[in-house]
């Protein structure tokens, strides 16, 4: 089994930063994709953004510019880093792992975490 462990949430004023960090762990032999998503109070969990196994990388418009996706490969750690934050920006984030296969020829999974909270105050 995989299990994705998010950690890095927390409170910060409106122009503040978090760094979020999500480490897959178990028995992983590839991960295509590893991302962030967002869901706030009564609205549906939302792309914040995607990095590939070969650093490609995707944003929500809303977030370019101000956050940044990286990724340590041999680690299977995904890195989300949050400049500039919003009071919009508040919800619960969590990691993704997009086509994991924990052996070679295996099928592929989707893994979620549980879940950080990062809450914006203006």
């Known amino acids: 089994q995989v299990q994705l462990v998010e950690s890095g949430g927390g409170l910060v004023q409106a122009g503040g930063s978090l760094r979020l960090s999500c480490a897959a762990s178990?028995?992983?032999?590839?991960?295509?994709?590893m991302g962030w998503f967002r869901q706030a109070p009564g609205k549906q969990r939302d792309l914040v953004a995607t990095?590939?196994?070969?650093?490609?990388?995707n944003y929500a418009d809303s977030v370019k510019g101000r956050f940044t996706i990286s990724r340590d490969n041999a680690k299977n750690t995904v890195y989300l880093q949050m400049n500039s934050l919003k009071p919009e920006d508040t919800a619960v984030y969590y990691c993704?792992?997009?086509?994991?296969?924990?052996?070679?020829?295996?099928?592929?999974?989707?893994?979620w975490g549980q879940g950080t909270q990062v809450t914006v105050s203006s």
């Open positions: 993704n792992a997009n086509g994991v296969r924990m052996r070679i020829y295996r099928p592929k999974s989707d893994y």
């Open positions: 178990g028995t992983i032999f590839s991960i295509d994709a």
């Open positions: 990095i590939t196994n070969d650093g490609s990388t």
